[in-house]
């Protein structure tokens, strides 16, 4: 039996919610919800000013990829690195990219940027940091270049409304499968078969460890740890798969993957290039649970997710790996302080709150008592603190024995807790989640699970009222208070001093370890980066700005 075989069981589509954003909602004090978002401001102001004022090789690395640059040498290693670290060696970074590579383009002969970091990977091209008219002209045409990207990534936003309204649109709840064989043709096959037994999102997972390499791999590839590389390759491969069948299913299909680790800004880029849909982008995931550098992880998600905003990207936030290490309910509000920290980030970048998507997760031990009316309670408070955000709801996985049965029991009350509070995205439990790699059957079973859930409730949002002086409405308002007096501590130390003491998710990340440190740098007088000026600003905006430099060429 086949992928297609098992997917094909029951085609059906299961009933949607008549909208997410009708579900029931808790009656929190306004004033209190007031202050917590005024306090996540004050707490990220410090580190929104210091991804200002600093760049990263991933960041430069990506006005390289926006300005055309592509491909890899003999030995797989991207041009971008070797542009990148052939400037970095002779005039450094502080200035960043634009200005020596596209001097050199304009006082060089080159066919493209392709051949420019050829030759000077090669040693043959001599890098200068211009000033005065050399400076204005460098400038010019990196916005040039660059904006040929950022027109590339506006067409791909445009055909992506277009095919919405031509195929047409999931209802939601968008239901969300993850693949991982390692090999992007099985991925394609099985992503395919999801699709058609109702999977409106599919998220290929990455090869394990790939968010620690500090390059993006080239090409299409068939080999993975636990998942499958993230390549622009693979991407485009799976993009023109899921186009495929969304024509046969009759919806649009959305393609999730990660701008997060090392090469968060270039797999933003990559993503906008070829028209993926969601991405994760945690503004701490890869701080707590990678041991990246705070700094260098702050930097780089401010700059990928203005390239989401201009993509039209839905971010996933990753407020459900806390639970994984921290207790759920001890720790619920970690959980809303970090969304809201995601949310006020995520705004300052420049996405809207529909594509602020928002994480949190059905984790609490099913052993306490009352475990569903917490979930509920938690649920109802993310659904009320952030109703035009699309929240992803994600299902048990710390509590997970090994027991099938109890498994798929837990996943019918995760879709359940979902449907009774209007969720946006459910992604599917697996019953053999902490057994195996799931198996196709695996799949069909969760899928099925979702289908009933959602038909034989999908509406029943529209009943539900907790008492407002109930448990569940009490409890949402302690975890917002306790979220509101950890604000205040933050504010008072600094939210890199919290990430230092182990607040979020249990791990300690002090400001100067972690992976990446040396690949994050200040700003020199002059830093220009034409990526950053066109989100911004605009190109007659940065332009009328040109000559401003002084010097000489």
């Known amino acids: 039996m086949n992928g297609e075989d098992f997917f094909s069981l029951d085609q059906e589509r299961p009933t949607a919610l008549s909208s997410v954003n009708s579900g029931p909602k808790l009656d929190l004090d306004p004033a209190l919800v007031a202050r917590a978002r005024k306090l996540a401001e004050r707490a990220g102001a410090p580190v929104i000013e210091l991804a200002k004022t600093h760049t990263t090789v991933a960041v430069e690395r990506a006005v390289l990829r926006l300005g055309g640059l592509s491909g890899a040498d003999r030995e797989g290693v991207p041009r971008a690195n070797l542009l990148l670290d052939s400037v970095r060696a002779q005039v450094g970074l502080e200035h960043g990219t634009a200005l020596p590579v596209w001097d050199a383009w304009n006082t060089g002969d080159f066919a493209d940027l392709n051949e420019l970091a050829d030759q000077a990977a090669a040693g043959r091209v001599k890098f200068r940091i211009p000033k005065g008219a050399a400076a204005d ?8 270049f660059v904006g040929t990207g950022m027109d590339r990534i506006d067409r791909q936003r445009s055909r992506r409304t277009a095919m919405t309204k031509g195929f047409g649109d999931a209802v939601k709840p968008w239901i969300y499968l993850i693949v991982a064989t390692g090999d992007i043709y099985e991925d394609i096959a099985q992503a395919q078969a999801a699709a058609r037994a109702g999977a409106d999102i599919v998220a290929v997972i990455r090869s394990t460890g790939q968010s620690l390499m500090d390059y993006v791999p080239e090409g299409a590839t068939r080999e993975g740890f636990a998942g499958t590389y ?14 495929d069948v969304s024509k046969d299913v009759g919806r649009y299909i959305r393609l999730t993957n990660y701008a997060s680790g090392l090469c968060m800004p270039e797999m933003a880029v990559l993503a906008g290039l070829e028209r993926l849909d969601m991405m994760l982008n945690d503004s701490m995931y890869g701080i707590l649970f990678r041991d990246i550098n705070p700094l260098r992880t702050f930097v780089d998600q401010r700059f990928s997710r203005q390239i989401h905003a201009r993509a039209g990207i839905i971010i996933n936030t990753g407020e459900d790996n806390y639970l994984t290490t921290a207790d759920a309910v001890d720790a619920a509000h970690t959980v809303t302080v970090s969304q809201l920290l995601n949310e006020h980030f995520a705004r300052e970048a420049g996405l809207e709150d529909w594509q602020i998507g928002l994480g949190h997760a059905f984790e609490i031990d099913p052993e ?4 569903f009316r917490l979930e509920l ?17 994600m299902p048990p996985t710390r509590h997970m024995t090994g027991d099938i049965f109890r498994g798929y029991l837990l996943n019918g009350f995760f879709n359940l807790a979902g449907a009774l509070t209007g969720q946006s995205i459910l992604l599917v439990g697996m019953m053999t989640e902490a057994v195996v790699t799931p198996w196709l059957s695996d799949r069909d079973l969760a899928l099925r699970n979702v289908r009933y859930v959602l038909d034989a409730a999908g509406g029943l949002h529209e009943d539900f009222r907790p008492a407002p002086d109930g448990f569940i409405a009490g409890r949402a308002r302690h975890v917002l208070g306790e979220a509101v007096e950890l604000l205040e501590r933050i504010c008072d130390d600094s939210l890199i001093t919290a990430i230092a003491e182990g607040t979020f998710g249990l791990m300690h990340r002090p400001p100067e370890g972690g992976k990446g440190r040396e690949g994050t740098l200040a700003h020199a007088e002059g830093y220009f980066n034409p990526a950053t000026e066109l989100l911004e600003c605009g190109p007659t905006k940065v332009l009328a700005g040109a000559g401003t430099n002084g010097g000489t060429a």
């Open 230 to 243: 993230a390549t622009q390759e693979n991407f485009r491969l799976m993009r023109a798969a899921l186009d």
């Open 368 to 371: 306490r008592k009352d475990s």
């Open 377 to 393: 309670a938690h649920a109802m408070l993310a659904k009320t603190l952030f109703p035009d955000a699309p929240l992803k709801w």
């Open 137 to 144: 002209r460098a400038r010019a045409s990196s916005l040039a």
